[in-house]
């Protein structure tokens, strides 16, 4: 998506050049110009702030298995004294049914 918003920055810019160009006129093309690296700006700033939001969530991700895994619950197997994951509904050791 930012690959795309930068491309289309882009030719927005050589439009502009192009258009401004076929004024014939200085001042034409430099408001062309001007609306052209406008839009270009705009373009590359949104595209700099989904891949800013994108790490963001990854990073928010990576925290949340994080988390996750610090804050893990182990139950004991009263058969055979094996510690595990307080979700899992059996031991995956003896395969004994907890009684929940």
Not at 30 to 50: E, P, Q, R
Not at 61 to 68: A, G, I, K
Request: hydrophobic share 45%; aromatic share 10%; proline share 2%.
């Amino acid at each position: 998506m930012s690959i795309a918003l930068v491309i289309i920055g882009v030719i927005a810019i050589i439009i502009s050049v192009v258009a401004g160009l076929s004024t014939g006129a200085f001042l034409g093309f430099l408001i062309w110009l001007t609306g052209g690296v406008c839009i270009a700006v705009i373009l590359f700033a949104v595209s700099k702030i989904i891949e800013n939001q994108l790490n963001i969530l990854y990073q928010l991700q990576v925290h949340n298995e994080f988390s996750r895994q610090l804050h893990k619950k182990y139950t004991k197997c009263p058969n055979c004294n094996y510690e595990y994951d307080d979700t899992l509904t059996s031991c995956p050791y003896c395969g004994h049914r907890d009684s929940r």
